[in-house]
């Protein structure tokens, strides 16, 4: 054969190469003789002799009614919400998003044996991890809490090591279950001798966030990683996420909700989802139906977070300029009716200036979690000390 031709062939391969998004020597038909490997999840050590844990028996924190029967012990609502809510708010409370279970344990190895509710592990802005995994946090010898490990979900049922040859002595653990997914049955395995104390869920009073699929976890990488779970290890106090994904809309059911939990600050997220006029028509209403049966809760009106792409997309900008002006409007009309105890948080900065906060524009990334941790934190404390 020519060299020109050889060479023209050779080319042709790699600009094939390049328009299915690989790299030569990936594998493709070109190279049918060598198929690539299948994909397989990372190999797990040998399982040792393990004690069993089942959560159940002790509880989990943010898991608010829990005087009230659920339809499965991990959903987020109690059954009795089914008749009210919307249908796809009812099916989006079936996960487990900001709940957490703590333990103490001498334990050198800490394992998880779970069945989730759905066997769909992740999505295009969300990992398997984030989604459908645990996320383990200790607290080290300053009292901070700080990351230990995760598990790496490949199907529905998940019996995985967390995290192995942990250094000696004994340490309070927080396990935060799946975002996305719910969780049938969980419990906790540690090397037969160790010692494990379970810890019920803390008797103070949470802070509730309503909202959307932000609050809800999207589109952080793990389930620790959420503003919402941040926000708790920083302020050390239990919380609950009551985030519903493409539907945080200030719906009088959830308010019916919202209520019956005695709840320290309620954080009210929705713009998100909503446009000015759907804010204009509901938010007032929310806030009354609040205070009318918690006179004294603070509650914390958050402003729409602008998107990262919308310094170049000028209707998107007046969308989000609206929804602003519009919540504005509402905290001006319930403080001249003598509403008190409102907290009021802007949007423009909740994700930073430069544009890199988000996966999608929309989403924040760890990152744009972190920055908003960052803007709630002081109006959060603020709230709690009731300060002005």
């Given at each position: 054969?020519?060299?020109?031709?050889?060479?023209?062939?050779?080319?042709?391969?790699?600009?094939?190469?390049?328009?299915?998004?690989?790299?030569?020597?990936?594998?493709?038909?070109?190279?049918?003789?060598?198929?690539?490997?299948?994909?397989?999840?990372?190999?797990?050590?040998?399982?040792?002799?393990?004690?069993?844990?089942?959560?159940s028996q002790w509880g989990v924190e943010g898991r608010a009614w829990p005087t009230l029967g659920?339809?499965?012990?991990?959903?987020?609502?109690?059954?009795?919400?089914?008749?009210?809510?919307?249908?796809?708010?009812?099916?989006?409370?079936?996960?487990?998003?900001?709940?957490?279970?703590?333990?103490?344990?001498?334990?050198?190895?800490?394992?998880?044996?779970?069945?989730?509710?759905?066997?769909?592990?992740?999505?295009?802005?969300?990992?398997?991890?984030?989604?459908s995994g645990l996320d383990l946090y200790a607290r080290d010898n300053a009292g901070k809490w700080r990351w230990v490990g995760v598990t790496r979900p490949t199907?529905?049922?998940?019996?995985?090591?967390?995290?192995?040859?942990?250094?000696?002595?004994?340490?309070?653990?927080?396990i935060y279950l799946p975002l996305y997914n719910g969780i049938d049955s969980l419990s906790i395995g540690v090397p037969v001798g160790a010692t494990f104390e379970r810890l019920a869920p803390r008797a103070e009073q949470p802070i509730v966030f309503y909202g959307t699929s932000i609050t809800h976890g999207a589109s952080a990488s793990r389930p620790g990683m959420t503003h919402v779970a941040i926000l708790g290890r920083r302020l050390d106090r239990p919380v609950v996420n009551l985030g519903f994904s493409g539907n945080g809309r200030m719906d009088a059911a959830v308010g019916d909700l919202l209520v019956k939990i005695d709840a320290a600050v309620y954080v009210i997220d929705c713009l998100p989802n909503m446009d000015a006029a759907a804010v204009t028509l509901k938010c007032v209403p929310l806030v009354k139906q609040i205070r009318a049966a918690r006179p004294n809760t603070p509650i914390v009106l958050v402003e729409d977070r602008r998107q990262t792409n919308a310094w170049i997309l000028p209707a998107l900008t007046q969308f989000h300029t609206d929804?602003?002006?519009?919540?504005?409007?509402?905290?001006?009309?319930?403080?001249?009716?003598?509403?008190?105890?409102?907290y009021y948080l802007t949007g423009d900065e909740l994700l930073g200036d430069d544009a890199e906060a988000a996966t999608d524009g929309s989403h924040p990334s760890d990152l744009g979690m972190v920055r908003q941790a960052d803007r709630f934190e002081p109006v959060l404390r603020k709230a709690l000390a009731g300060a002005r």
């Open positions: 054969m020519p060299v020109r031709a050889s060479r023209w062939i050779q080319c042709s391969a790699l600009v094939a190469l390049a328009l299915v998004g690989l790299a030569p020597g990936e594998g493709t038909l070109l190279q049918a003789q060598n198929p690539p490997a299948a994909a397989t999840a990372p190999a797990q050590p040998a399982e040792p002799p393990l004690q069993w844990h089942d959560v659920r339809t499965r012990w991990f959903d987020r609502f109690p059954a009795v919400a089914e008749a009210t809510v919307t249908p796809t708010v009812w099916s989006l409370s079936r996960h487990s998003a900001g709940m957490l279970v703590r333990f103490t344990t001498n334990a050198d190895a800490i394992w998880a044996n779970y069945t989730l509710f759905s066997e769909r592990l992740s999505q295009p802005n969300m990992t398997a991890i984030a989604m199907a529905k049922v998940v019996r995985q090591s967390l995290i192995r040859r942990l250094a000696p002595g004994t340490r309070e653990y927080a929804n602003h002006a519009a919540l504005r409007a509402c905290l001006t009309a319930l403080e001249k009716e003598g509403i008190t105890g409102l």
